[in-house]
């Protein structure tokens, strides 16, 4: 296949499915990892309501998320995804396995970052008499802040990869194309093509992760 016809032909339908599911599940994925990482950090021996038994039961089910292969988790969850969007192809089947096997990553990601925060400004905030939520939404979100959003934007890419794996369960997408026009048909050129464009969004994901990260600073 020549370049003019992969990017006139092929190529546009496969960067929208590719950005539609990179983006819809990294904003998924990062507000149920926010509330899962939020209810780990207070809810540990030393957090603002200590309960061990939320905490570690939760931890649980976060550390067997995790340790899923994606590849494992995109047929495991095969009849999950058939009953939340009516198919288990697609590219919109693709976006519940995809969210559900980078939210634990994201929530431990935005745990840590929470956990970095200097003891001493959340015991001048208890002083100062602020409430839990006030701690943790003016005070610890707000200090942790750069470091989520690094975590977030590698946690992007990290989906972007899911993305391609997808392609393997006709998900489209590059990694659809990749595999189809590439892999099966033994086009190198192909294969090339796809290794450059994914090469440019994560070039992009990560430009735009650092210009905010150095925003909040």
């Known amino acids: 296949m020549s370049l003019s016809e992969f990017l006139t032909n092929i190529l546009p339908q496969a960067l929208i499915e590719t950005i539609y599911m990179t983006i819809i599940p990294t904003v998924l994925a990062t507000i149920f990892g926010f509330?899962?990482?939020?209810?780990?950090?207070?809810?540990?021996?030393?957090?603002?309501?200590?309960n061990l038994s939320i905490n570690k039961s939760l931890g649980f089910i976060?550390?067997?998320?995790?340790?899923?292969?994606?590849?494992?988790?995109l047929v495991a969850i095969r009849p999950l995804t058939k009953i939340i969007v009516g198919t288990s192809i697609g590219s919109t089947a693709a976006l519940v396995p995809i969210t559900i096997g980078a939210t634990p990553f994201i929530a431990r990601v935005i745990e840590s970052a929470l956990n970095e925060v200097?003891?001493?400004?959340?015991?001048?905030?208890?002083?100062?008499?602020?409430?839990?939520?006030?701690?943790?939404?003016?005070v610890m979100i707000k200090e942790a802040m750069p470091s989520i959003i690094s975590g977030i934007t590698l946690s992007a890419i990290a989906v972007l990869g899911y993305t391609a794996m997808a392609g393997a369960i006709a998900a489209g997408g590059i990694g659809n194309v990749a595999l189809i026009y590439g892999h099966q048909r033994y086009d190198t050129a192909v294969m090339v093509?796809?290794?450059?464009?994914?090469?440019?969004?994560?070039?992009?994901?990560?430009?735009?992760?650092?210009?905010?990260y150095n925003k909040l600073k």
Do not use: C, H, M, W
């Open 35 to 50: 509330l899962l990482a939020i209810i780990l950090v207070i809810t540990k021996e030393d957090g603002l309501k200590p």
């Open 62 to 73: 976060v550390n067997v998320l995790r340790s899923f292969p994606f590849i494992i988790l």
């Open 118 to 138: 200097d003891k001493g400004l959340i015991e001048a905030a208890k002083s100062f008499g602020a409430t839990k939520l006030q701690i943790v939404f003016k």
């Open 193 to 212: 093509y796809t290794v450059i464009i994914l090469i440019i969004l994560v070039q992009i994901i990560q430009g735009v992760g650092n210009l905010v």
